[in-house]
Each structure stands twice: as structure tokens, then as C-alpha cells.
């Protein structure tokens, strides 16, 4: 009994490792505990960041309209995301919840920077929220209803701010949608990128390789797997592999086993 390897001419696949065995690329949250750990701490994070913001704009504009109390209902709403996705049934809503909380959060900026007459502080704060929420939207429907629902947010912003200067107003529209369109190219370039990952590793799955010595018997040609029992080397190779045998003759042997039938054939 003898291990030998054999030639990558006529073993192209491999021993104990196969692609096929590499996790999938899934965006299922449920799947995951840490995607939807990740998704919740997010969802808290942000909440309270938001909440800091108002001692930033107050340092900025000591006499900016900023209820600490709104930001702080926005950060209890989190909270409650939070603590409802861990019911079975919500459990993989979470993403959508996420949409909820990124939607209010902004609608409710946007009614600030409307009751600060598009004050500087804020518009710079509204290039904040929307390069910072565009990172998180990984859907292309999403990305683009979420970029018309700010440029919407902000033509009502001027309307609703009657003293606001047009520079300001136009500065806030023109700006709010370049950051869109921005970041529209930008997530439609990352799902192209996801896209052919997913493509690679599909790929890869499907390319089960075998790599390494077989331990094969030198007289009956079976091969030794890993719970000591041996397979015929057809059985061994298609349980590991993509590969089918179909069985045939060469000239060879059907002169010393057929040579009868190999004499009528000449």
C-alpha cells in the first residue's frame, strides 16, 4: 500500500478541500447572529448620536431652535427598534426598521434646518446625515427613493422657512442632490463589486478542487478517505468532485480481453 500523488493531467481536482465548502455570500440577517448584532448597535449608535448633535449646534448657534427633547424621542424610538427585533417575527424586518428610523431621523433634521432659517450650522449638518446615511444603503430602489425623499425635504425646508435667504435655499437643494447623485454612483458601484464577488465565489463553489496525496491502494487502485474506509477511485472522485464516469474501451485491452471481437473488428 503506497501514497502517491497524482499529475494535475490527469487529477485536476483535489483531496480534503473543496470550494464548495466556503461559506456563501448571503445578506440573510437571520443567518447571522453578528450581521444582526451589528445592525442593532448601529441602530443605538446612531440614535445617540443624534442626540449629541444637539450640544454641537448650540455651540455653533447658541440660539438655534433645537428641542433636546425631539432628538431624545428619536434616540427612545431607536431604542424600541432595537428591543422589537428581537421577536421571532421581526427578527428579519430588522433592515427594514433600520429604513423607519433613517427616514424619521431625517424628515426631523430637515424640519430643523427649516426652523433655523437654513442656517449654515445645519446645512452643513444635512451634507453630514446624507453622507453618512448613504454609506448604509445598499439597495438601488432604497438609495434612489431615499435621495427624492431629501430633495423633497428640502424644497419643503424653504418653503417652510419664510425668512431664509435664497442663497441658503438654493445651496441646501443643489447641495442636497449632489450628495445624492453621488452617492447613488457610488452604491451602484459597490453592488457591481458585491455582484461579481458573488459571482467569484459562486464560481468558486462550483470549482470543487482536490489538492494533495491520495492514499491509494497500488493494486486495486482504491482510495483511502478520511474515516480510513476505502472507495473505488470513480466513487471517491465523484463524491468530491463535479466529475461523471462513463466507461469505455481502449484498443489495448479489448486486444487481450476481446481479441476475438478486436479480430472481426480489423
Known sequence: MAAVARSADSLPISVHESASNLPGHTHALEASVSARTSSRLLLLVGGATYVSWHWIHKLLQ???????????VFLAFSIA????????????????????????GTAHYFSLVARNQI??????GVFVVLG????????????L??????????????????????????????????VQVAVAV??????????????LEKARRELRQLRGLLPICMHCNRIRDKGDQWQQFE????????????????????????????AEGA
Do not use: Q
Request: aromatic share 8%.
Open 62 to 72: 447658541p440660539d438655534a431652535v433645537d428641542p433636546v427633547g425631539e432628538r431624545l
Open 186 to 199: 457610488s452604491s451602484w458601484r459597490n453592488m457591481i463589486l458585491k455582484d461579481a464577488a458573488r459571482d
Open 81 to 104: 427598534l432595537v428591543v422589537a427585533s428581537y421577536h421571532r417575527a421581526l427578527k428579519r424586518h430588522l433592515v427594514g426598521m433600520g429604513y423607519v428610523a433613517v427616514a424619521l
Open 235 to 262: 466513487t471517491y472522485v465523484e463524491a468530491h468532485t463535479e466529475a461523471a464516469f462513463t466507461h469505455a474501451l481502449c484498443l489495448e485491452c479489448a486486444n487481450k480481453h476481446y481479441p476475438d471481437v478486436s
Open 119 to 124: 442656517a449654515t450650522p445645519y446645512v452643513l
Open 132 to 143: 453618512s446615511v448613504g454609506t448604509l444603503l445598499v439597495n438601488a430602489r432604497v438609495v
Open 145 to 178: 427613493a431615499y435621495g427624492a425623499f431629501t430633495v423633497l425635504l428640502a424644497l419643503a425646508a424653504i418653503a417652510f422657512a419664510g425668512s431664509a435667504s435664497m442663497e441658503n435655499g438654493i445651496e441646501l437643494v443643489v447641495g442636497t442632490a449632489t
